[in-house]
């Protein structure tokens, strides 16, 4: 069974790095049809869609990010990594990693697998 | 970025009650509409893709349709488990974005 667990700190200061791992289990993360991503949620709020990453290293982000924001893939750790810089207040929120799926023979995709999320407290 | 419109943003129905939640999307998105269900505190799972296909395992009472710019879910007979959050998103164009969520409660 397929596993994502985020790991890393909870609480940042303001204007410092936020770095978050997520570890895969039961799957490899260089297989194809998938890409690896994280999204956020502020606490009481929606969804927002960071950015993603394919074991080749491509990466997309969201543009409202795109400047402070890096996702890496460790391939042989299985894992990948968010690193998001100058952080405020505004960046609090669970922060989830993500599988998104092909449909198999489409180019359909969806988010198939989440971790549990880990709450980012940014405060000074 | 294409925006997502859910509405309501909240409803209370009771148990065996229809239920429709409606997603429109700011521009076509063919059929790349995904719908989630979030329960307090726990991470979203994920019902519907490509706006109709149902998950395996996902009760058959939950249903989408839709194409281009409207979508919508509809829970055939409200149960006391389906009081959640629920969201749409499209993955038809980066950055891929998320409706603000309606909140289902059952009375």
């Known amino acids: 069974q397929l596993q994502l667990q985020e790991s890393g700190p909870g609480l940042e200061r303001p204007s410092e790095t936020l770095s978050l791992t997520c570890t895969v289990s039961g799957a490899s993360i260089s297989s194809k049809n998938f890409y690896w991503g994280w999204i956020r949620q502020p606490p009481g709020k929606g969804l927002e869609w960071i950015g993603s990453i394919y074991y080749s290293g491509t990466t997309y982000y969201n543009p409202s990010l795109q400047s402070r924001v890096t996702i890496s893939v460790d391939t042989s750790k299985n894992q990948f990594s968010l690193r998001l810089t100058s952080v405020t207040v505004a960046d609090t929120a669970v922060y989830y990693c993500?599988?998104?799926?092909?449909?198999?023979?489409?180019?359909?995709?969806?988010?198939?697998?989440w971790g549990q999320g880990t709450l980012v407290t940014v405060s000074s | 970025a294409i925006q997502m419109t859910q509405s309501p943003s909240s409803l209370s129905a009771s148990v065996g009650d229809r239920v429709t939640i409606t997603c429109r999307a700011s521009?076509?998105?063919?059929?790349?509409l995904g719908w989630y269900q979030q329960k307090p505190g726990k991470a979203p799972k994920v019902l519907i893709y490509a706006a109709s296909s149902l998950l395996s395992g996902v009760p058959s009472r939950f249903s989408g349709s839709g194409s281009g710019t409207d979508f919508t879910l509809t829970i055939s007979s409200l149960q006391p488990e389906d009081s959640a959050t629920y969201y749409c998103?499209?993955?038809?164009?980066?950055?891929?974005?998320f409706g603000g969520g309606t909140k289902v409660e059952i009375k």
């Open positions: 998103q499209q993955d038809s164009n980066y950055p891929h974005t």
């Open positions: 521009q076509g998105i063919r059929n790349d």
């Open positions: 993500v599988r998104r799926m092909a449909v198999t023979g489409t180019k359909l995709y969806y988010f198939d697998y």
